[in-house]
């Protein structure tokens, strides 16, 4: 790619929004790329792979933090790569946590919702949303 792409075809090459690729610069994820004269933004391929690759962590749940930390780990290739297994460690255990409060939810709202009364006055969805305490579990 000779002389680069603009914002706009560096949006659809990354599948990034233009103001997510104008944020990411702006919080120093991605360089500030050179610009034209007339003042464009020029993104290489360089820039391209770098905002897929911010893009493909975003998709799985990474933080901003963990990216930026990750990338400068992807930027050190002869490095022991223990920095970003613990990195995706963190992440892993941080899925498992918003799983196990899922799942809890999940029965909370199940068990609330197996109501058996036809009138609002003894319906337990609108007992247990008024009270905590007739929650099974405090975990959601």
Known sequence: MTGGVAIGEASRASGI???TI???EQIGLLAAPP???GNRRLYDASDLRRLR???HARELGFDIEPIRELLAL???????CESADRIAAAHLAEIDHKIARLTALRAEVARMADCSNHSVAGCRVIEV???HGRCA???H
Do not use: M, N, Q, W
């Open 17 to 19: 929004k233009v103001p």
């Open 137 to 139: 579990s405090d975990r």
């Open 53 to 55: 690759f911010i893009r």
């Open 74 to 80: 992807a930027g050190e290739p002869d490095r022991p």
């Open 35 to 37: 610009r034209t004269e």
């Open 129 to 131: 949303l008024g009270d």
């Open 22 to 24: 104008r944020y990411y």
